[in-house]
């Protein structure tokens, strides 16, 4: 989660007396809440940065607390991420029922615990969990958690190798691409694994090249963790190809090294939109999957999963027997308490869409991104580098050519029909940046400043540079998920078009407003900004980070 700084009160309210755009709004300092209506339950003041002496009744602490929460963004808006928005109401009523219940008390709540070892066996199932197999799991807080608890048991199967066959075990590493989630990342630092990071290109579709990760493998490599759908691009590394190169290093060096997917995203979109596409356990490298059921399994933030394919790929060491919640249970999380509701709200979706509920939204969802990549292009303004709108087996410099071969307008739906299996696997998220000829025509424009101008849209849309060895380009990125319709898209297109052509202009509003906030930093967010880099600079253990995550 974030971190969050403590506030000395005085000194911020200090801070806010002298600002030149502040002075003539303060109020005693503006060191207590001012809520729209909150006059109306309490004629009190209520500190801001510490504990009121007395409290206030729950209607104005609602109001207040609502009243601040009214400057939040839109979710529904919010395209820079994965994370699911929206439910049915029968699935916010089955959840608000069950808010109170702490999934760890397993014994008080038996019939949670039931559901949720009927998800793990429905997910085993939904993931080709071979037949005979002994496939266990968990919920998790989300795939970051997920993502440790993996790392965490290829780890510790690595160590009792090495410690039985007399070798040297404290020198662990892992492998995966430089496109990868900060939240694998993390596990490296965070659990002392040396984080060997597969660069990628354009030439390698933004993700790791399975032939170029083998050079990073040696005796010390505790597995490879592959990305079912980029972070960056929604493309899909193979997982495929990286076994079968695996199978072959084995059989040339004896090295047995694992496969994890890391499935956020993809492990509820590949099966449903792509069923024949080989990505799971019935491979037989693919040991553990992690996913979200927060993501594209539909449901409200706080619930990822985390299976291996057979009980014996867990260590025993790393579960935890307790006894002291009135029966015997088995725990392997980094927490203990955890809200239930989240898993019952998977069942849920799992009950009310089946199969063919969860095809038809990832079938909608790709189609409706392939909509926003056809019209970003046919602009000319636009360069998109996400692949799902492009015939399968097709690359985007060969697609290139197939576009001005037939003439642009054309494209690529009139020669095939629209299932996302006639198109490049991913999952449905749009990557796109300036053209490199509208870049030569407008060079004083930055792209950053779309940014800004979609942001006084309400649609909040992230620019943000590409993995290490590709950093020089910018991208912009749109997640289409469910609440998203192709009257949504439309309207987007609309904005976006119309933002770029307000810079275009010469001299143009549009371009001093969004160069004058770009990115939301001002001129004093900058100074604060340049003072906390410097404050930081010499903090233990700073280093270049090879993924986009930024040591403070």
């Known amino acids: 989660m974030s971190l969050s700084n403590h506030l000395d009160a005085e000194s911020v309210i ?25 006059s109306r339950y309490s004629e009190e003041d209520i500190p801001k940065f510490s504990i009121p002496p007395t409290g206030v009744s729950a209607k104005a602490a609602y109001q207040i607390v609502h009243d601040e929460l009214d400057l939040d963004g ?100 892992i492998v995966f691409g430089a496109n990868a989630q900060v939240a694998l990342e993390k596990f490296a630092r965070y659990f ?31 597995g490879v963790m592959v990305i079912l759908g980029s972070t960056y691009t929604g493309a899909f590394e193979n997982v495929e190809e990286m076994a079968r190169l695996l199978d072959e290093l084995q059989a040339k060096t004896g090295l047995d090294i694992p496969i994890h997917v890391d499935a956020a995203s993809g492990g509820f979109v590949a099966p449903f939109a792509y ?41 025993k060491d790393l579960v935890f027997e307790l006894h002291y919640l ?99 696997r991913g999952l449905p998220v749009v990557t796109f940046r300036f053209t490199d000829k509208f870049k030569e025509q407008y060079p004083h424009i930055k792209q950053e400043w779309m940014q800004t101008l979609l942001r006084c849209k309400q649609w909040i849309v992230p620019n943000y540079a590409l993995p290490p060895n590709e950093e020089k380009i910018e991208i912009l990125r749109v997640v ?12 987007l297109i609309c904005d976006i078009l119309e933002a770029t052509e307000s810079l275009m202009k010469q001299n143009s509003d549009a371009a001093f407003l969004a160069s004058n906030s770009s990115a939301g930093t001002g001129p004093s967010q900058r100074t604060e900004q340049k003072h906390n880099n410097h404050k930081h600079k010499h903090r233990a253990g700073d280093k270049n980070q090879a993924t986009y995550a930024k040591q403070c």
Request: contains cysteine; charged residues 25%.
């Open 14 to 38: 200090q801070r806010a007396k002298d600002h030149p755009h502040l002075k003539h709004a303060r109020r005693d300092g503006r060191e207590i809440h001012g809520g729209a209506y909150t």
């Open 74 to 173: 839109s979710p529904a808006l919010n395209l820079a991420s994965f994370v699911h928005t929206w439910m049915p109401e029968e699935a916010k009523q089955l959840m608000i029922e069950n808010i109170s219940k702490n999934f760890a008390d397993q014994d008080e709540y038996p019939a949670t615990m039931a559901l949720h070892t009927r998800c793990v066996s429905m997910i085993a199932d939904l993931w080709k969990a071979p037949k005979g197999s002994k496939a266990i799991g968990t919920a998790t807080a989300g795939s970051s958690e997920a993502i440790m608890l993996g790392g965490l048991a290829m780890k510790k199967r690595w160590q009792e190798k090495r410690k039985a066959e007399g070798k040297d075990h404290y020198h662990p590493n």
């Open 192 to 222: 002392d694994v040396e984080c060997r990071l597969v660069p990628v290109t354009a030439e390698s579709n933004h993700v790791m090249a399975p032939q170029d990760a083998l050079q990073y493998i040696d005796e010390n490599t505790i």
């Open 275 to 315: 069923p024949g596409y080989k990505w799971g356990f019935d491979i037989p490298r693919v040991c553990s999957i992690n996913t979200s059921g927060h993501k594209f399994g539909l449901v409200y933030v706080g619930l990822g999963w985390i299976l291996w394919k057979d009980e014996k790929l867990l260590p």
């Open 326 to 424: 009135g029966s015997t249970e088995y725990s392997y999380t980094l927490n203990f308490s955890r809200p239930a509701a989240p898993i019952i709200g998977q069942m849920f979706n799992f009950l009310n869409l089946g199969f063919e509920g969860y095809r038809r939204i990832a079938l909608t969802d790709l189609k409706n991104a392939r909509l926003l990549s056809r019209a970003l292009e046919l602009s000319g303004y636009y360069t998109v580098l996400s692949n799902i709108h492009r015939p399968l087996g097709t690359t985007p410099s060969m697609a290139s050519k197939i576009a001005q071969a037939v003439g642009a307008g054309s494209g690529e739906a009139d020669a095939y029909d629209d299932k996302a299996e006639s198109y490049e």
């Open 480 to 491: 289409v998920r469910e609440s998203m319709s192709a009257d949504v898209v439309e309207r």
